[in-house]
């Protein structure tokens, strides 16, 4: 792997080179490559690695997806760019028919049993046969991990570590024409760090949200404070397994089983009737339609998740379900009797029970605060009596806000808003006794 141009000069021959001046820039080539195979068959310069390893990275192939997001998150890591050829872990060559087995009649992989091998680096043992391979003893042995990796400033790119691997998991950096291997990330991060997108947060700038609680920080608080639902995510509720749209039902039971795709609309419309799928026209081909049904829209034209897919739906490969006692739907939940719901008017009734005494306290709240606010202009109160009444309105108004943001009007957190609006509710009775003792100014009229 030298480049030709360097070569060309080492050897005094010009730029546009002949047919005459090719065939001895081959015989140098040859000449080059035969030196360094004999160099490492000998071991002029030997470098010998008998330290154990202390670790080595090993996969699951039973929870491999071949996304091969792993291979991106090694170069993104490692080295600050998105190249999979350079990857230490090869998940690509096994997609489809496993390691090592490219037949007619594949094992493992896509077209055998599905499942996919990850090919990692054995950090092998005495004797390391890229390092004996390598003619500039680039290969070193990290004190720290015991990890064989490779020393760019010795490395010169002849690429024999490669051909003397026996699992082929040397790697090449075409930019900078050095080899490269698994390092096991110098000992850090821990792997479970790694886990999802973490990643990417180390080459992201700014660092990326990677959690629905990034985003949605009032909903994450209010959620921290439940005392029904701890056990459970985001995408439990606003996120559920639905069946797609060749397989939908309005009978939970027939579709049920078969949702295996999570829905990415996050809205719960809170609506005794309404479904996420309605039927409709359905194109089919260029020209033609069919019933069927489509993804229905709210007033706002936005898609919804219906109270039924929400909390009662019988999806047995959603896994939040199975962590949630199977919610609430009869055909699955092993909760409580009274906590079972048969249909999708029951649900809303539960619902209503959880939302009314919030809602209710938030608008006698809302509606207070500017009143009490106006009235303040004109009442006759000390400046302390007047810091204190204010002070009280901020800190009314300041749960208002919450709850409103919030949005679920007590479904994250039922008895935590209660007691907020309460809190509020107390705020304002105060801050009224403070201004009833001072009296009113007299409004000029003109």
């Known amino acids: 792997m030298f480049d030709l141009k360097d070569l060309m ?9 002949t047919r005459r001046g090719f065939l001895q820039v081959a015989t140098v080539t040859a000449a080059f490559a035969a030196m360094n195979q004999s160099r490492a068959q000998t071991g002029a310069q030997p470098y010998i690695i008998l330290e154990t390893p202390k670790g080595l990275i090993v996969g699951d192939p039973s929870l491999c997806v071949d996304c091969q997001r792993c291979e991106m998150a090694c170069t993104e890591f490692n080295d600050g760019k998105n190249d999979p050829v350079l990857a230490r872990i090869r998940i690509g ?31 092998c043992a005495h004797p390391v046969p890229c390092a004996n391979a390598c003619p500039q003893g680039a290969i070193r042995v990290d004190p720290k991990t015991g990890a064989r990796y490779v020393d760019e400033d010795k490395c010169i790119g002849c690429g024999l570590c490669q051909k003397a691997c026996p699992w082929d998991m040397m790697s090449f950096d075409r930019e900078k024409q050095k080899a490269s291997k698994c390092f096991l990330c110098d000992g850090e991060p821990n792997p479970r760090s790694l886990d999802g997108v973490a ?37 439990a509720c606003h996120m559920p397994n639905v ?10 039971n027939a579709a049920g089983p078969k949702a295996l795709r ?11 009737k309404a479904s996420s799928m309605v ?23 936005n898609g919804y998740v219906d109270l039924m897919w929400s909390c009662a739906r019988n999806t047995p490969a959603d896994y939040t379900v199975f962590e949630g006692k199977g919610c ?29 005494p919030i809602k209710e306290g938030y608008k006698e709240i809302a509606g207070a605060i500017p009143r009490m606010r106006k009235l303040l202009e004109v009442t006759r109160l000390s400046p302390a009596d007047q810091t204190d009444a204010r002070l009280l309105l901020d800190k009314a108004d300041q749960i208002a806000t919450m709850i409103k943001k919030d949005g679920s009007w007590g479904m994250h957190a039922q008895n935590y808003l209660l007691d907020q609006v309460k809190t509020a509710q107390a705020y304002l009775a105060k801050a009224q006794q403070i201004m009833d003792k001072g009296g009113y100014n007299k409004i000029a009229t003109k």
């Open 279 to 301: 039927e409709g026209e359905v194109k089919v081909g260029k020209d033609g339609t069919a019933k069927g049904y489509v993804m229905a829209k709210d007033e706002d034209g």
């Open 9 to 17: 000069s080492r050897v005094n021959l010009p730029q546009d080179i």
């Open 262 to 272: 999570r829905i990415h609309t996050y809205k719960i419309l809170v609506d005794p």
């Open 199 to 235: 990643w990417m947060a180390v080459v992201n700038k700014p660092v990326i949200r990677q959690t629905c609680q990034d985003c949605h920080t009032v909903q994450a608080d209010v959620f921290a404070h439940t005392d029904t639902h701890d056990k459970l995510d985001c995408i």
């Open 93 to 123: 060559r096994n997609i489809w028919y496993g390691p090592g087995n490219p037949g007619a009649r594949p094992l493992q992989g896509v077209w055998g049993d599905s499942t996919v091998y990850q090919d990692t680096c054995r950090q």
């Open 328 to 356: 609430h739907n009869p055909a699955t939940s092993k909760l409580d009797e009274g906590l079972i719901y048969q249909d999708q008017k029951e649900v809303y009734g539960e619902t209503l029970k959880w939302q009314t």
């Open 243 to 252: 069946a797609s749209a060749a397989d939908y039902s309005t009978d939970q």
